[in-house]
């Protein structure tokens, strides 16, 4: 995953798609939200992290490439500035 998300690599810029724990796609470009209450601080990455979970039962992780802060967005929520315990437990508890 670290090689993927190299800034020189071919699909840096896009989603990786994780089924089953195997990587099956990966430069993908996923739906925006267009929720109307998603503030403006939040960009491009982050609404396709939404959005996604809008229209599917996926979990997405999303690391802000300003602030390199974790967040897991699930049915149209975001979780955000999760630490390395806290991001292991929320995914835990979606996964059960």
Known sequence: ISTIFTPYSPL??????????????????????EKPSIGYNLGTR???????TEISD????VVSEETRMVSVA?????????????????????MQ
Not at 58 to 61: F, M, T
């Open 46 to 52: 982050h609404r396709a992290a939404i959005g996604v």
């Open 58 to 61: 996926a979990i997405s992780i």
């Open 12 to 33: 840096h810029d896009g989603a990786i798609i994780i089924r089953d724990g195997k990587i099956v796609a990966a430069g993908c470009i996923l739906p925006l939200s």
């Open 74 to 94: 699930y049915m149209g929520k975001l979780k955000t500035d999760l630490d390395e315990e806290e991001l292991s437990e929320y995914l835990k508890s979606l």
